[in-house]
């Protein structure tokens, strides 16, 4: 398993992000806080915060394309 912090800041994102999820075989869930959906429903999606960075987990082999598709959610690396 492999995580990343992402942020979902707009519906179009939201949007998006789910159709990009969706292309790929791995199982994907996002963790805010306590709570944790499936990344490949919508409907999850929007019952989590979407004002904080999310956690993503990648549950699968290791993808290097997965990695640049998801290039564009991941939130900055601080230090």
């Known amino acids: 398993m492999k995580e990343y912090s992402i942020y979902l800041d707009t519906i179009a994102r939201v949007k998006n992000f789910?159709?990009?999820?969706?292309?790929?075989?791995?199982?994907?869930?996002l963790c805010a806080g306590r709570?944790?959906?499936?990344?490949?429903?919508?409907?999850g999606i929007f019952s989590l915060d979407l004002e904080a960075p999310l956690t993503l987990q990648v549950h699968g082999a290791f993808s290097e394309e997965l990695e640049e598709a998801l290039a564009g959610?991941?939130?900055p690396s601080v230090g």
């Open 35 to 43: 709570y944790v959906v499936d990344a490949k429903s919508i409907m």
């Open 18 to 29: 789910v159709n990009l999820v969706n292309r790929f075989d791995h199982d994907f869930d």
């Open 73 to 75: 959610y991941l939130t």
